[in-house]
């Protein structure tokens, strides 16, 4: 069927929505990698992101950190790091908003920040030691993991950014 013949759809209808990368590597990443935990009452340190990441601002450094490893990590699942700048931009800005967020004496004991450390030490070791011979999933439950972690765990501080 042409569309420029239908009668119901005009040319100023989008017929889907626009793909953005990053929002669809964060899709990616909180689906692929945010369960609720294993069978055994253990938790990913990517399962336990969810609740923090959903108080965050746009501008916070846990949501810079996570897109940046999203983006990173949809990019080698693609086999190659289309969008290799996008998630270096994304790094860098979570890495100047958590140098400014520990000078805050408010922020710089909060459960987001701390999260945002070990994301950013994730994304840094993916840069440094992921290998092609290595599987990307394994790559991330080897990092992911956190076995000391149970149901009771929870989090008190929310994004104030």
Request: proline share 4%; aromatic share 10%.
């Amino acid at each position: 069927m042409d569309m420029t013949s239908c009668p119901i759809l005009s040319p100023s209808i989008v017929l889907s929505p626009p793909l953005d990368f990053e929002y669809l590597s964060l899709s990616f990443f909180f689906q692929a990698y945010g369960s609720n935990g294993g069978k055994d009452g253990t938790y990913s340190l990517f399962a336990i992101i969810g609740d923090l990441y959903a108080e965050c601002t746009k501008r916070s450094p846990l949501f810079l950190a996570t897109c940046a490893l999203a983006i990173k990590i949809a990019g080698l699942w693609s086999q190659h790091d289309v969008n290799l700048v996008l998630a270096h931009r994304r790094y860098a800005e979570a890495v100047t908003c958590t140098k400014e967020a520990i000078k805050d004496p408010t922020k710089n004991k909060s459960d987001e920040l701390l999260m945002t450390a070990l994301i950013l030490e994730v994304y840094d070791d993916i840069m440094t030691h992921w290998h092609a011979s290595e599987g990307v999933a394994e790559f991330i439950e080897r990092y992911g993991e956190i076995t000391s972690l149970t149901d009771g765990g929870t989090t008190s501080d929310s994004c104030g950014t």
